[in-house]
């Protein structure tokens, strides 16, 4: 199973923004996997969805982007971002 193209695995840490922490990965079977957090298990779904298909999972904690009213430089900062990024994860 992959989440954002990057194959997960076994002993994988994964942040919930649910649960607003890290788990980590015990086991992935098929298009599912579960992730223990201090003694709690819980299963998700392929790309890292829970069952009503709302996607809590990432590789890192997502950063959060506060939209203003008028948001054209906001934006521009974010794509600006957004294209690092790209940068970034094709090097």
Sequence with gaps: MNLDTDRIAVG???YDIRMDKYGTVTSV???SLRLK???TEMSYGV???TASG???LYWH???MNKPRKH???QNAAMQALIDAAEVYRDA
Excluded: T
Aim: no cysteine; net charge negative.
């Design 61 to 63: 904690k997502p950063a």
């Design 71 to 73: 948001g054209a430089e």
């Design 29 to 31: 079977l098929g298009n």
């Design 47 to 49: 790309g890292g969805v």
């Design 12 to 14: 994988d840490n994964l």
């Design 37 to 39: 957090f201090d003694g």
């Design 54 to 56: 709302v996607r809590v």
